[in-house]
């Protein structure tokens, strides 16, 4: 039996695009991103009421399948 191990790096507001911390405190949810060796693909969208998905990482993934999460929100953000 094989077991995937996944490192997921935490999401630093000065290398990513992802928004401050506090976004996530006011319940907007989160979105889980993956890395496909070019590109961050959303895996797992988990926004709470309008939120939306943030912009994606914007710095290079470091392996393919890494994944990062950042905060949802709102919609007219």
């Excluded at 695009?17 to 890395?35: F, I, M, N």
């Amino acid at each position: 039996m094989m077991i995937q191990t996944a490192i997921v790096s935490p999401v630093r507001n000065e290398d990513s695009s992802a928004p401050p911390h506090s976004s996530v405190t006011e319940g907007r949810g989160y979105t889980l991103w993956r890395y496909d060796g070019t590109a961050w693909q959303i895996k797992k969208h988990c926004a709470v009421g309008d939120a939306i998905a943030g912009p994606a990482p914007t710095v290079a993934g470091k392996f393919v399948g890494q994944l990062r999460a950042t905060a949802c929100v709102a919609a007219s953000e």
